[in-house]
């Protein structure tokens, strides 16, 4: 769990991400009812799982500084979503991986909720937008779908393998 080649790899799957989030997956918002599945929030739930507690939340944060930096919103507001994401996940993983899996749902909810009730205290927008039920009900479920494609591939890449002494 304390692996620091996990957390290396944690960090290039989470620059990786974030590249893909802002580039690709942004821009493919038709066939999901105008919303996209959002993997940095994705990936900052099930890097949780490998990493130490104390890292995940600074790759929560340093995620979520990038992505205010890179979309040109509020500076600090992803970063504040995203430390809450991770902080939620560290909170609630388990070394059952379904259950890790599936906690993608709930955690994914409560990041679209604290980005709207933050938003709206920023002036960003109001929490009575037609919008809100939508993407709280449409994004988690997508997140939830790509969490368990993610999740096999997460697991070779970021497992630490364990040291033997030798005899």
Not at 79 to 100: F, H, I, K, N
Request: charged share 15%; hydrophobic share 55%; proline share 5%.
């Amino acid at each position: 769990m304390d692996d620091r080649a996990a957390l290396g790899r944690a960090i290039l799957l989470m620059m990786g991400g974030i590249i893909l989030q802002t580039t690709v997956i942004n821009r493919f918002q038709e066939p999901f009812f105008g919303f996209s599945p959002n993997l940095v929030v994705v990936l900052a739930i099930l890097s949780a799982r490998w990493v130490h507690p104390r890292a995940a939340l600074l790759l929560g944060f340093t995620a979520g500084l990038f992505l205010d930096l890179l979309g040109g919103g509020i500076l600090g507001l992803r970063a504040l979503v995203l430390t809450t994401v991770s902080y939620a996940a560290v909170r609630t993983t388990s070394e059952l991986p379904l259950r890790s899996i599936v906690g993608v749902w709930p955690i994914s909810l409560l990041a679209e909720v604290v980005l709207f009730v933050v938003g709206t205290l920023a002036g960003r927008g109001t929490l009575l937008q037609a919008e809100l039920l939508q993407r709280s009900l449409v994004v988690p479920l997508l997140n939830l779908l790509l969490a368990a494609v993610l999740f096999p591939l997460l697991a070779r890449v970021l497992k630490t393998r364990e040291r033997r002494i030798p005899l």
